[in-house]
Nanobody, 114 residues
Framework: QVQLVESGGGLVQPGGSLRLTCIAS????????MAWYRQAPGKQRELVAL???????NYGDSVKGRFTISRNNARNRWYLQMNTLKPEDTAVYYC????????WGQGTQVTVSS
């Protein structure tokens, strides 16, 4: 089992920045992929960014060039640096780990508003 806890969400003005952190515990050695997803009200959950154990990354089209995913070497922490935030980035952001199965955090709210 893997447990995930997100932190770092909040309210930010358009153009601002936030950094989300995901901390994993439990059977983290089995994790081979780490990701962030988001879900806005009335919309489906979508991939924001992912990073593999060999540090390959992939981003959703709407965040390319603005968001950066990174992780530590122990694969028990990963981050999402979000710059130039827009109101349409407002959503609940979920930490995700791929291992024996998919694991999810409880989500952290990000609100971009003036």
């Amino acid at each position: 089992q893997v447990q995930l806890v997100e932190s770092g969400g909040g309210l930010v003005q358009p153009g601002g920045s936030l950094r989300l952190t995901c901390i994993a515990s439990g059977s983290t050695a089995a994790i081979y992929g780490m990701a962030w997803y988001r879900q806005a009200p009335g919309k489906q959950r979508e991939l924001v960014a992912l990073i593999t154990i060999d540090s390959r990354t992939n981003y959703g089209d709407s965040v390319k060039g603005r968001f950066t995913i990174s992780r530590n070497n122990a694969r028990n922490r990963w981050y999402l640096q979000m710059n130039t935030l827009k109101p349409e980035d407002t959503a609940v952001y979920y930490c995700n780990a791929q291992g024996h199965r998919d694991y999810w955090g409880q989500g952290t709210q990000v609100t971009v508003s003036s």
